[in-house]
């Protein structure tokens, strides 16, 4: 596999909504199987198409989502989260770091994060970070496998058929209550409440 086309399939993975095969399953995948590749170039590739794409997915988000289906309550429900972040912006930048460097898959985040219309320059570059570290220490673990150990498909299939499963269905339900969840009640009393679309909001 050359450069361009790990770019390429990584880039598609990260612009997709759920469902696809975590990022670094394909970096320590592709690195099992080129052991004499240059880590450093398969990380920073990676890194670069996933972020790249996930801010495609995060700007689909924003133009498809948030300006032809959601409601007016429900963008202006949103933006009291957009205006908390903007009074934040580095702690902002620290979050999406952490977050990127853990395994939990990211596509919820930016879709969540596209649908504040926040600019997506500072969410970037601290996914960038995130992920460059996260691939190279996957490349380095990788290539110490590929040299003692036989990889075992069938586990790797359970991955996908089950934890990877429940976990992509519970980061879109995610998504849906950040959409739904009343923030004014939240960021005033810290009680967790559902927006409705008229009437007063309802405790959970």
């Not at 361009?4 to 690195?31: H, K, Q, R």
């Not at 990211?106 to 504040?116: E, Q, V, W």
């Amino acid at each position: 596999m050359t450069t361009l086309s790990l770019f390429a399939i990584i880039f598609i993975l990260n612009c997709l909504p759920a469902f696809a095969p975590p990022t670094w399953m394909v970096v320590s995948a592709v690195t099992v199987s080129r052991p004499g590749a240059n880590p450093w170039l398969i990380a920073f590739t990676a890194a670069t198409a996933a972020t790249a794409g996930r801010l495609v997915l995060a700007k689909m988000a924003y133009l498809l989502v948030r300006q032809r289906w959601l409601s007016a309550r429900t963008k202006e429900n949103v933006d009291l989260v957009k205006a908390r972040l903007e009074r934040h912006r580095a702690m902002t930048f620290g979050a999406v770091l952490a977050y990127t460097c853990s395994p939990l898959p990211s596509n919820s985040l930016f879709i969540a994060y596209g649908l504040t219309s926040l600019p997506l320059a500072p969410v970037a570059a601290a996914s960038f970070i995130g992920r460059f570290l996260t691939y190279s220490v996957w490349v380095v673990m990788a290539m110490e496998v590929a040299r003692k150990v036989v990889v075992d498909e069938g586990a790797v299939f359970a991955y996908l058929g089950g934890y990877f499963v429940v976990t992509q269905i519970l980061m879109l339900a995610l998504v849906v209550l950040f959409t739904k969840l009343d923030w004014r009640a939240w960021f005033a009393t810290k009680t967790v409440q559902l927006l409705n679309r008229t009437g007063p909001s309802r405790r959970t």
